[in-house]
């Protein structure tokens, strides 16, 4: 007998095929009170990620990356608010959701991994109670259901003997476990977007490896779509499809992986990249931290945001008067918000 | 958790033995002869001194302290004084009242505190919040027996809602009861001003933290948030006060129990102290520290139950 003609949901198909974006941000806006006026913590930031993606979120601490995603799942801490913009996940706007229709879909669709594993876990119940709470949020399941569940979660994320360690206490657990644990919580109803937060930088060296290599196998297991909040430049190179750089709220720069670092075309990105040590850096020259802070968002220089620190545009006339906006170079999806970028390119030529 | 156990047992005991220890020389040290107290101001030298060697308090102190902790190990604390009564006996017949009305000003503390210190702290800055500190506030400053004076005003010489005066002694259950209502409100009351600013600032604490914000990422519906995952945190200073007002309403108890007329442990140590009556003084301080040190040992065990922390070694 012969077969018929696969399914249209065969899943290699499914991967071959074009991919919308899961996670598209709009033109988002998030501001907080200041003394002279709202200030614009996330201004005008749009991104995308498709599933089965990782986009990785670079920049500075203070740049508006962690905002930017707690903005996108209704999470910014008062008195801050999304002014304006869409969140779209799978093609609904999350900012028009109630908050009860945003609960439903936090840990149901769309997930976060935070920073500190260790603050992240709550202290009086077991890492089991408290991965069957997130499971009962969103499902109909009975206690020992649930719990079946969650032990199958730990064994998931690698938690050696997980049917004992169900019922431990986060202080019994390491720090690698714990984020484990964490991220174990944030798959659990396996999200179509699953968004890590610095997820191991808390880490030492040794475990962070092993943590982003688990976030790697479950992003491919799952199909899921991943962002990766992160300063960490050798984590993007490695784990990295896309990358937005991001800069005093702003994303200053976007494109895959391969352009950003090849063909990168923002003096920012370019500074972040002489911050990191290489093997192959023949001379101290390249690795110079970037001078000053990043801008306080009450006093932003009217035009470029960076220009005060930009080795390219400082004291320029036109960087001081224009405020950038992105643009393709070259006419790829690579974009940059830089007017002298092209002087970049040539600079890189010539060497 | 057995060793967690055992530790509270012992420090139970070692409290317990120095509490009765210094309650015995605090009462030597405070001028004033039992003997003199009784046979009254007219009485020969030699009846004093025989009364005196009669009750042993001819003899040098420490040896009064080795027989009175002889005895007290048999549970024998001497009689009254005053009224011949064994010691013991005639406090542990007065505990009921205090231990109930504690009791109950502590379970009104804790139904009116908790819930309104979590309600301040979810409205937090809220018109709601607001009101509710201002008359926790208020709840806290007013004096006890103050809040006595007024509470019997209004509510039972006005409204006529509740007895003023005595504790039904003879009456049954809920004529007994319905005699606490008041004591306790009043006892309660200010205690209850008192746990609801502590239940605010503790859950204000709680809900910053971290672990809180990974609940609402994962999408836990806020009532679970605020009633299980943050309340089991804030219990525990919660608790912690608890343990101490107990001590205190048990203390401010003599305060209350005078302005109602109500017998108790309070009124029967204050006489007893008046009247230089040794015996049931100890007694009376070896039954009230019993009391504040199972309580403590009771909260210690709890702890364990809540925070699994302080269970491991």
């Known amino acids: 007998m012969q077969r018929s003609s696969p399914p249209s949901s065969d899943p290699s198909a499914a991967k071959a095929g074009p991919r919308g974006p899961v996670l598209e941000l709009r033109d988002l806006v998030t501001r907080f009170p200041g003394d002279d006026g709202p200030l614009s913590i996330v201004d005008g930031v749009s991104l995308s990620v498709a599933s089965g993606e990782t986009l990785a979120v670079v920049g500075e601490s203070g740049s508006g990356k962690t905002m930017t995603f707690l903005s996108a799942i209704g999470l910014i801490p008062p008195p801050g608010r999304v002014t304006s913009g ?57 206690r020992a259901e649930a719990r079946k569940k969650a032990i199958e979660l730990l064994e998931r994320v690698q938690i050696p003997d997980p049917g004992r360690r169900v019922d431990d206490y986060p202080h019994q657990l390491s720090g690698g476990m714990r984020q484990r644990v964490l991220i174990a919580m944030a798959i659990s109803l396996d999200p179509s977007v699953l968004i890590a937060d610095e997820p191991t930088t808390a880490l030492d060296v040794t475990v962070q490896a092993q943590v982003l290599e688990l976030l790697a196998e479950l992003r491919e297991e799952s199909g899921m779509a ?78 470029c945001a960076f220009e005060p620190r930009c080795f390219l545009g400082q004291g320029r006339a036109s960087c001081q008067a224009t405020r950038p906006g992105l643009q393709p170079t070259l006419g790829t999806e690579h974009q940059t918000a830089c007017l002298h970028s092209a002087e970049l390119t040539a600079t890189r030529a010539r060497a | ?69 002889e005895r007290a190990l048999t549970g024998d604390l001497g009689r009254s004084v005053v009224t ?110 008192y746990i609801a600013r502590l239940t605010r600032s503790a859950m204000l604490e709680v809900l910053g933290q971290d672990y809180i914000r990974v609940a609402h990422a994962m999408g836990v519906p806020e009532p679970r948030i605020f009633f299980r995952l943050a309340l089991r945190n804030a219990f525990i200073p919660i608790l912690a006060v608890i343990g101490v ?33 040794y015996q049931l003084v100890q007694a009376g301080v070896l039954v009230l520290a019993t009391g504040v040190v199972l309580i403590n040992a009771t909260l210690n065990v709890l702890y364990g139950v809540i925070d699994p922390r302080m269970r491991s070694d």
Not at chain 2, 31 to 53: H, I, K, N, Q, W
Request: no cysteine; aromatic share 8%; proline share 6%.
């Open chain 1, 86 to 142: 869409q969140v779209l996940l799978e093609g609904t706007d999350l900012l028009t959701h109630t908050p009860e229709q945003l609960r439903a879909v936090r840990g149901e669709r769309i997930s976060m991994v935070f920073q500190d594993p260790l603050t992240g876990l709550n202290p009086v119940f077991t890492i089991g109670e408290q991965i069957v709470e997130v499971l009962r949020a969103h499902r109909k399941l009975s």
């Open chain 1, 226 to 303: 991943m962002v990766l909040i992160t300063h960490d430049l050798g984590l993007v190179a490695r784990h990295a499809d896309r990358v937005a750089v991001m800069y005093a709220g702003r994303v200053v720069e976007q494109g895959s992986a391969k352009a950003v670092f090849e063909q990168t075309a923002h003096p920012y990105t370019l500074s972040l990249f002489r911050g990191v040590p290489s093997l192959d850096t023949d001379t101290a020259q390249d690795l110079i931290e970037i001078e000053g802070q990043p801008p306080d968002p009450a006093f932003l220089p009217p035009g």
């Open chain 2, 84 to 193: 011949g009564q064994p010691a013991l006996a005639e406090m542990l017949s007065a505990l009921p009242w205090s231990l109930s009305l504690a009791v109950a000003g502590l379970a009104v503390a804790v139904i009116l505190g908790v819930p309104l210190g979590i309600l301040s702290a979810i409205k937090q800055g809220t018109w709601v919040d607001m009101t509710i500190m201002l008359v926790a506030l208020m709840g806290i400053s007013f004096p006890v027996f103050w809040v006595g004076l007024v509470a019997v005003l209004f509510l039972s010489h006005h409204a006529g809602l509740f007895p003023a005066l005595g504790a039904a002694t003879g009456g049954g259950f809920w004529t007994q009861i319905h005699h606490l209502t008041l004591p306790a409100l009043v006892l309660g009351l200010s205690v209850a001003a």
């Open chain 2, 245 to 277: 007002t107990f001590a205190w309403a048990l203390g401010n108890a003599i305060l209350v129990e005078v302005v109602f007329s109500r017998p108790g442990l309070g009124s029967t140590v204050l006489k007893a102290v008046l009247a230089r009556d």
């Open chain 2, 1 to 69: 958790m057995a060793g967690y156990l055992g530790r509270t047992l012992v420090q139970l005991v070692a409290t317990l033995v120095g509490i009765v220890t210094v309650a015995f020389f605090l009462m030597r040290a405070i001028p004033g002869d039992p003997a003199l107290y009784m046979l009254g101001d007219f009485a020969t030298e030699e009846a004093v001194a025989a009364l005196r060697s009669r009750l042993g308090l001819d003899l040098p102190v420490y040896q009064q302290y080795l027989v009175f902790m």
